[in-house]
């Protein structure tokens, strides 16, 4: 089974870095913490935290809820950590996910978003997808190639500041 986080919002950054390499990533944004650990059990998903106090809970140290203690400031350093504990693969499902809202993109066709898209966008690329939620249209562009770099950094190990 495919592996999906929720992400304590003391984390949240997380979950656009998660989301970018196509892992299923909920932000929880509450602080009810028993909301998100019925949402966690329910859909088994790894909680991913910075609450020391959290990983006392018993669900937790007994292993019926999976969750890991996220102890750097800086996201990449973050993200760097879960995926050397959990074995992730940068490139597991690049630009699949809304790095907004979590949701499986649609492909679009070039003429379907020309009314949607910046004119020097719609020019250059040919390849859109579309969130069929808060639809959002992306493509690689300037901003989506630099996350990528910096994924493709951290995959190689090196250092990001
Ligand atoms: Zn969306």
């Known amino acids: 089974m495919e592996i999906k986080f929720i992400v304590d919002n003391n984390v949240g950054k997380l979950a656009r870095w998660l989301r970018m390499i196509g892992y299923d990533t909920l932000l929880f944004k509450e602080k009810d913490d028993a909301r998100m650990i ?7 998903r ?16 007994n292993g019926k809820l999976k969750a890991i203690l996220i102890m ?13 504990a959990l074995n992730l693969n940068y ?5 699949s996910l809304c790095l907004e809202c979590n949701h499986l993109l649609i492909p679009r066709g070039k003429e ?9 966008v719609f020019k250059t690329q040919n390849q859109y997808m579309e969130c069929p939620v808060c639809h959002r249209i992306y493509w690689q562009g300037t901003h989506w ?3 990528a770099k910096e994924l493709k950094n951290l995959a190689e190990g090196l250092a990001t500041n």
């Open 145 to 147: 190639q630099a996350m």
């Open 91 to 95: 490139h597991f499902r690049p630009f």
């Open 72 to 84: 750097p400031d800086n996201p990449k350093v973050q993200l760097q950590e879960i995926v050397k």
């Open 38 to 44: 019925k949402i966690a059990l329910n859909d088994h």
């Open 46 to 61: 790894v909680i991913l935290t910075r609450g020391t106090q959290f990983m006392r809970r018993r669900l937790v140290t």
């Open 112 to 120: 379907e978003v020309q009314n949607l898209v910046p004119s020097y």
